[in-house]
């Protein structure tokens, strides 16, 4: 059975009742006063839907929540418990003017053969980027030679 809000004027009260769909219209006493009371439009509405599996409030702007917090799409892939718009991943930081220079020095001197890591291997142009990545120590190699 469905329940139904009255009003009654003479005390001024709100309540609820169960009552049979068919008897809806009908006036119902007041649990206080016994004076017949009119059927009103409920005061208070909470309806949900179910989108996805779960159960969604009307009406439903259409975000998800991940973790407390509103997201638009529902996690598809990824590691658990991070989504791509909560967990944003950090960009690589770029490099400025001045090491980039510093990178194209270092590569004119591995063409040349004046460049080596600290073991004195010597250091082809192609791997100067990555050794400077990874923090690898480069100096500059003294040419051996048979000079006195």
């Known amino acids: 059975m469905p329940l139904y809000e009255y009003f009654c004027k003479p005390c ?13 219209t009908d006036p119902v006493p ?9 059927r009103i439009m409920p005061t208070s509405f909470a309806a949900f839907t179910f989108r996805d599996g779960y159960p969604r409030r009307i009406p439903d702007d259409g ?17 658990p418990n991070e989504h791509p718009e909560v967990n944003k991943p950090e960009p690589k930081p770029r490099k400025t003017k001045g090491e980039l ?45 048979g000079g006195e």
């Open 63 to 79: 975000k998800f929540y991940h973790l407390g917090k509103k997201v638009s799409r529902l996690v598809s892939s990824g590691r």
């Open 12 to 24: 001024n009260g709100i309540f609820e009742e169960l009552r049979p769909i068919r008897e809806a």
């Open 30 to 38: 007041c649990p206080q006063c016994y004076k017949d009371a009119a």
């Open 101 to 145: 220079q510093e990178l194209k020095e270092m590569r004119q001197a591995a063409a040349k053969g004046q460049l080596s890591d600290l073991y004195g291997n010597a250091v082809r142009p192609e791997e100067v980027p990555a050794a400077v990545e990874q923090g690898k120590g480069l100096r500059q190699a003294t040419p051996r030679g």
